[in-house]
């Protein structure tokens, strides 16, 4: 009997990813479920950890996370529902709830109980940590070189920038593009969920205080049926916003230590019960933020080997509050792109177009609706004729996204998306 000759193994790809966030973890499962692909995560911290507090899990988020592996892992509190509050008089204004099956409705969780979930889906050994990028190269004969602020370089033959908003990739390849400070300053923290056991309108759902010129999210991140009480954690998360213009000095995008007074001193006309949770946290809790964010990227790729996922794609600075699912979503399309791809002629070339295609056209709706609830926003406060605060705050509520206003982002479908995609091919 004579032996079936097998086809060759398409070449070995060598894949370089940079940051560890969900973006990058995200794309390592992906790519490493692929056949004869080496991946290698680049992170620049010297310990992998989240900072911030807690995040949103969706259904755009649980089906690419099901699609992972990763589902099962990813534990918090069932958002049934949430109540938007007039800051000052704690008037409650609006009251939303999911109607999703138990499986996908929103959940607030850990960011840290994320991070596990994903890493635990990563082979050991793929992360390299302590690995700050500080150049890129392309190589001409085929390849990018990394360069490291240790001195280490290696290459590779695909570069993925998932290195957040800030993005060192994203400025390799797109020097021209800038980001600037928003004016919105964030303050985040997590304290027992014990510590507010008396306040028993706050201590069970998520709820949104709005001010003049910010807001306070306070919210469970733990499952009650998982953990007790004694290991459940309550997240405060404080936004406050200025004329960018008016800021001097440096601005940072990542978490450093704030003080109590600091925070406190910016809702000091906030109903009591929210000045009475924010005295809680204890001295040297706080992390504070600065949202930066910049214009849409024409391309999402470059070069034909160095690909932007996540934040380092779409600078909105959390504008809807599913940068995990678009960072998640990211990585499984790029993996489909290029396994749909990989025995074609023009192989990641191909790929990046198909990934371009789908994911480019994605972000560009999203800066659209964003500019156009801006405009609304802008006109209907210059049209009313009661400028009080109330007014003015229904004003901007109305321009908040609900998760059934917006189906193609709060219901997206990931998989769903890319067989859609294929279907389409086909009938071209």
């Not at 994203?170 to 964030?186: A, C, L, N, V, Y």
């Not at 210059?382 to 705050?393: G, H, I, M, P, W």
Request: hydrophobic residues 40%.
């Amino acid at each position: 009997m004579v032996a079936q000759k097998l086809p060759p193994e398409p070449n070995r790809l060598r894949v370089a990813i940079c940051g560890g966030g969900p973006a990058g973890l995200g794309a390592a499962i992906a790519l490493s479920a692929l056949p004869n692909v080496e991946v290698t995560v680049y992170e620049q911290a010297r310990e992998l950890r989240e900072i911030g507090a807690g995040i949103r899990i969706g259904y755009n988020c649980w089906r690419v996370l099901e699609l992972m592996g990763a589902a099962q892992d990813v534990k918090g509190h069932l958002k049934t529902t949430v109540l938007h509050r007039n800051g000052l008089n704690g008037q409650i204004i609006d009251t939303r709830s999911s109607s999703m099956p138990v499986q996908y409705k929103p959940r607030r969780v850990r960011r840290t109980r994320l991070q596990s979930a994903l890493i635990k889906q990563v082979a050991p050994g793929t992360i390299k940590l302590n690995k700050r990028l500080v150049a890129l190269k392309n190589l001409p004969h085929g390849g990018v070189s990394l360069l490291f602020e240790d001195g280490f370089e290696t290459t590779a033959d695909l570069v993925v920038g998932a290195d957040g908003i800030r993005s060192v990739v994203r400025d390799s390849i797109f020097p021209d593009h800038k980001i600037k400070f928003t004016g919105t300053t964030i303050w985040r923290t997590l304290i027992p969920i014990s510590a507010v056991a008396y306040q028993h309108e706050l201590n069970s759902l998520t709820s949104w205080w709005y001010g003049p010129a910010g807001h306070v999210y306070l919210s469970p991140v733990d499952d009650p049926e998982e953990l007790s009480e004694n290991e459940r954690m309550f997240e405060i998360s404080c936004r406050n916003l200025v004329d960018p213009e008016t800021v001097g000095g440096k601005r940072f995008s990542w978490g450093i230590p704030a003080t109590n007074q600091r925070v406190q001193s910016h809702f000091t006309e906030f109903d009591p019960r929210v000045r009475d949770v924010l005295s809680l946290v204890p001295e040297g809790q706080w992390k504070e933020f600065s949202a930066f964010a910049g214009p849409r990227l024409e391309k999402l790729t470059a070069w034909d080997k160095v690909v932007l996922l996540g934040d380092a794609s779409h600078p909105l600075s959390g504008a809807f509050g599913s940068g995990a699912a678009f960072a998640l979503e990211d990585g499984w399309i790029l993996a489909r792109a290029i396994e749909y791809t990989r025995d074609t002629p023009k192989g990641l070339a191909q790929a990046f177009e198909i990934f371009d295609a789908i994911r480019s056209p994605y972000y560009l709706r999203m800066y659209q609706y964003l500019d156009e609830q801006k405009r609304m926003a802008k006109e209907a406060l210059s049209n009313a004729l009661d400028k009080s605060f109330e007014s003015v705050l229904k004003i901007k509520m109305a321009s908040f996204g609900s998760e059934e206003g917006l189906p193609w982002i709060y219901q997206n479908d990931i998989e769903d998306v890319w067989e859609k995609y294929l279907e389409a091919r086909i009938q071209v």
